[in-house]
């Protein structure tokens, strides 16, 4: 019989890589278990906003702290710290982005409200047709592409072991624990972690779990290298619109534009009747960058569950599985709620409340107004 | 940038077609890649970089890295994933302008 770690987490994204660091620490023999390369899911494909203004009220302090983590791993990841500024080309979306961002000021984000005029004294290339706006210092971005990497040398250093291009088919439940079966690979544990993002719901069912996962396709664009017209990170009070430019010139723009597809049929496909009002909302916003021509567009699976909290706990029904994912603005967050969740493994008191799995789902917590 | 013959023996090419970039005649194998015939020339400066205005040429070609960008019949596309037609009238792009501050 191969060794038996004393984790096996399935999932090579930052949630994944990011648990099994703080397991290692603790003193846990883990390995990573990807079905592709390392950080190239969400975690790698994503618009990189560090965005406190298109958090949730209630993941705030987890945003804030992740974004502590975010901003320690600096230049390895990117980091850069610009400040936001999210719009309103109209009354009714000014009073919506009074609504919100005074609950998520109060919730810790240095976030306030500003002018039009206020707004285009910091970000110039603003369109005139904005009325008011929210600020927020903090508010910045990272390179998402840069994720794998990132975690691949944390994981060498640590000496977690990463098994890539290995999607998990089978698991068996034996009295020592688990014993998982992918691509030509047999490997033994006593516990296991399911971070597997939008491919949760596929993996916790070889366990005969059913998990309330969905996926959402989100939609992200580049344009090509441009001189600089943004400063800032540009977004919209209806969260419908994220935007940067790089210091290479490139913008990136996103806000959760739906594509098509599921994680199940492969990669997602690009939805022109979605993508084309994303870009209009983009030049709406910032004239200017109607002089860029839009080299690629491309989509990430984005996985929730209908209260759109994040699943961080104990697999339900199944002893010593567990399952960390779901967490909405899961590229800020990530790194954090992934220490509390191995601090949750390794039997610690976490420092903040996780997310019990076991909760009900029902009618009533799906329609909750989401903010 | 030094004008580069292309290899002769045992390489079969089209009839020789005649474009025009900047108001210069150029002839070219009808088919073979913009960006190659323009190399063949010795047209060395094919944009300028829109950060910081440096003269750019010919670098990736596979479409990616931008530097061989010109406008055909008002459109802009990278000559390198583009071939070579009779008549075809090619335009280098003006440095992009910084913004209105």
């Given at each position: 019989m191969s060794q038996a770690f004393d984790i096996a987490v399935v999932g090579g994204g930052i949630l994944g890589c990011a648990t099994a660091l703080r397991l290692a620490e603790g003193g846990m023999n883990a390995i990573v278990i990807e079905?592709?390369?390392?950080?190239?899911?969400a975690s790698g494909v994503n618009a990189g906003t560090l965005s406190l203004q298109i958090k949730r009220v209630k993941l705030m302090p987890y945003a804030l702290r992740g974004w502590a983590k975010w901003q320690a791993m600096g230049a390895a990841i990117g980091f850069h710290q610009t400040g936001g500024i999210s719009l309103a080309f109209n009354q009714r979306e000014a009073d919506l982005l009074q609504e919100r961002m005074t609950m998520k000021a109060e919730a810790g984000a240095p976030i306030t409200l500003i002018s039009g005029r206020d707004a285009r004294a910091r970000e110039p290339g603003l369109s005139d047709r904005v009325v008011a706006a929210s600020w927020c210092p903090q508010d910045g971005h990272a390179n998402s592409s840069l994720t794998g990497q990132y975690y691949r040398h944390q994981l060498r250093d640590a000496r977690i072991a990463i098994r890539e291009h290995c999607p998990v088919t089978k698991i068996d439940q034996t009295d020592r624990g688990f014993v998982l079966h992918g691509y030509g690979e047999t490997i033994h544990a006593r516990r296991l972690l399911l971070a597997c993002g939008g491919w949760l719901k596929g993996v916790a069912a070889l366990l005969g779990v059913d998990l309330p996962v969905r996926a959402r396709v989100n939609t992200v664009s580049v344009t090509e290298r441009g001189p600089r017209i943004m400063n800032t990170v540009v977004g919209h009070a209806t969260g419908l619109l994220t935007m940067k430019q790089k210091t290479n010139g490139t913008v990136l723009i996103g806000g959760g534009w739906q594509g098509r597809g599921s994680p199940m049929n492969g990669r997602g496909l690009v939805d022109r009747d979605t993508l084309i009002p994303n870009l209009c909302l983009a030049q709406y916003a910032v004239p200017e960058i109607a002089r860029l021509r839009v080299l690629r567009s491309w989509t990430g699976f984005e996985a929730h569950v209908p209260d759109f909290n994040p699943l961080a706990g104990?697999?339900?029904?199944?002893?010593?599985a567990f399952v960390l994912g779901c967490v909405r603005g899961g590229y800020t967050i990530g790194p954090y709620i992934s220490e509390l969740m191995g601090d949750l493994i390794l039997g610690r008191d976490p420092e903040m409340p996780l997310f019990d799995p076991s909760r009900p789902f029902d009618i009533e917590t799906a329609t909750r107004r989401i903010l | 940038m030094q004008h580069r013959p292309r290899i002769q023996k045992g390489v079969s090419r089209a009839a020789t077609v005649r474009f025009v970039i900047d108001g210069i005649e150029l002839d070219a194998p009808a088919g073979e890649s913009l960006a190659a015939a323009l190399m063949a020339a010795g047209i060395g400066t094919i944009r300028h970089g829109p950060m910081d205005g440096q003269p750019r040429s010919v670098f990736c070609l596979i479409g990616l890295c931008q530097e061989c960008l010109v406008e055909i019949d008002g459109m802009q596309i990278e000559a390198c994933r583009v071939n070579v037609s009779a008549g075809m009238q090619v335009n280098r792009l003006r440095p992009m302008d910084p913004i209105k501050p």
């Open positions: 079905k592709s390369d390392l950080g190239q899911g104990a697999l339900p029904g199944t002893k010593n | -």
